[in-house]
């Protein structure tokens, strides 16, 4: 939903900005969701945020840059671990406020625990169930970190 | 991300509440992003919020409730349509700020425009363009109202 969330003042703001870029409802901190699908399989591998710059540099390398919101700037996945997503199609919901990406997952790890997907945690009879297995340790994926990220 | 974010006091105000509904990382609005993926196609079909309410619901009734961001209430999905989502699996991710749901689509139509899902409009040499059909008339399926809900 747009919620009357303003964009920028036409003219000035918008001077040389694509217009499929200023077709999301960028909410009120300037963000969309953003929903990363393994093309194929598809599988949901992750929900992650994206402002204009993410999406404008997701669109011009064809790989997913996300807007960290704990760290406050630009998150090229795989930046680290080098399990990258490479952008096969972008989609936009009839509102405007989420964007589904269809990637291929390099490396077919796209959690930072070393897991295919980030949701691997199943609700069964009352508790969150961890589903599948870590393909990788987390501590092979970020060498430079004491500890990997969270 | 939990942010930082506080949860309910231990104790008092968890007091009855089910373990696993204090698990999400609930946001400072009390929300969590919740993406309903069709089972057995993996389409996509939308992307929407819940508060601890919608989602103990969504548990009790074994269908998808939603809450509205725009009309500030629960949202029984397919309250007007009929098109309501039965939910056969409940996913959270890493870092408990979002949510899968595997559902079966009532009718086949996930999106108020009469589509299947959400997410038809595809980027494509710089556009948004819509890439599939509208299987039915959102006149009809919201015969109450003068103009169909956005």
Redesign the interface.
Known sequence: ?T?GVPGPAAGIASAGV?S?LE?PAWDERGLI?A?A?EAG????L??AWMNREALAET?RTGFATYWS??RQRLWRKGEESGHRQQVQ???????G??L?LQVVQVGGIA???G?HS??????QA???VV?EPVLRDPAALYPSRATPP?
Chains 1, 2 share one sequence.
């Open positions: 939903m919620d694509a499929w077709q969701a929903v699908q399989s598809g599988r949901v992750m929900v669109v919101r704990s199609l972008l989609q936009l919901d009839c509102d406020d989420a589904v959690c930072h625990t897991r980030c949701f691997f945690r199943n609700l009352g508790e969150w589903g969270v």
